[in-house]
């Protein structure tokens, strides 16, 4: 699908939609319009998914996970290398256990159902950017069970150490990308983490990651004029 680059807002969020759906692409143009977002490139197969992400640098990443040349889960480390900063939120028709963990652990930061309707998948997108983990909530507590059990002990004893090495940063002020500087690895590694460790803790924002952390005692609350938990929201 070969679609010209639509002009954004400068404050606004830019969106590549990888879908060989057309009615679904053009829906999903219209969709976002009124809204915070901006389309600014189509693509139709992952092949060109990958050379629109590393062209047009998006903020937002909107995929179908299946495409006619091959499973997206399979691909997410090429959409991130040809565009670092981006956040890949995937619509599929039926999520699994199997496939969404595969997703998350390759770098995905949401996962939405083809079935929605077009304003929660525009909703989606804008929490993706924010920053926000999104999962469906029956599958959300699926994974949680799976990925740490649904007690404080049990999540006390699967989160890793470098996923409380990314809270204990975050909730000393740090930005995302200095965290990901001091502790020597890769800005979205450091995403991949941080993304775990939300599902871990069953929530579904950075801020409330911190928070339960620190909750259940899994990481020490920040000191006095340490700037606060998160750090500057607008480095992601």
């Given at each position: 699908m070969d679609r010209p680059t639509v002009e954004g807002r400068r404050d606004s969020c830019r969106v590549l939609v990888v879908d060989d759906h057309e009615l679904l692409s053009s829906a999903l143009e219209v969709a976002f319009r009124d809204g915070p977002a901006d389309v600014v490139g189509t693509a139709s197969t992952i092949a060109e998914g990958v050379e629109r992400a590393?062209?047009?640098?998006?903020?937002?990443?909107?995929?179908?996970r299946?495409?006619?040349?091959?499973?997206?889960?399979?691909?997410?480390?090429?959409?991130?290398?040809?565009s670092p900063t981006s956040r890949v939120l995937?619509?599929?028709g039926w999520p699994t256990e199997r496939s969404s963990l595969a997703a998350l652990d390759a770098g995905v930061c949401g996962i939405i159902s083809k079935s929605e309707p077009l304003h929660r998948i525009v909703e989606a997108v804008g929490r993706v950017a924010a920053g926000d983990l999104v999962v469906p909530a029956d599958l959300a507590r699926s994974l949680m069970e799976r990925a740490g059990g649904g007690t404080a002990a049990a999540r006390r004893t699967r989160l890793s150490s470098r996923e409380l090495d990314v809270l204990e940063a975050l909730a000393g002020g740090e930005t995302t990308r200095d965290?990901?500087?001091?502790?020597?690895?890769?800005h979205n590694t450091l995403r991949n983490n941080l993304s775990q460790a939300m599902l871990k803790l069953g929530v579904h924002d950075r801020l409330s990651a911190v928070s339960e952390a620190i909750r259940l005692g899994l990481i020490a609350p920040p000191l006095p004029g340490t700037g606060g938990p998160i750090g500057n929201p607008s480095s992601r």
């Open positions: 590393g062209a047009l640098r998006p903020d937002v990443i909107l995929t179908d299946r495409l006619p040349d091959g499973d997206v889960d399979q691909h997410i480390s090429d959409l991130l290398a040809a995937i619509m599929t965290a990901a500087v001091r502790l020597c690895i890769s």
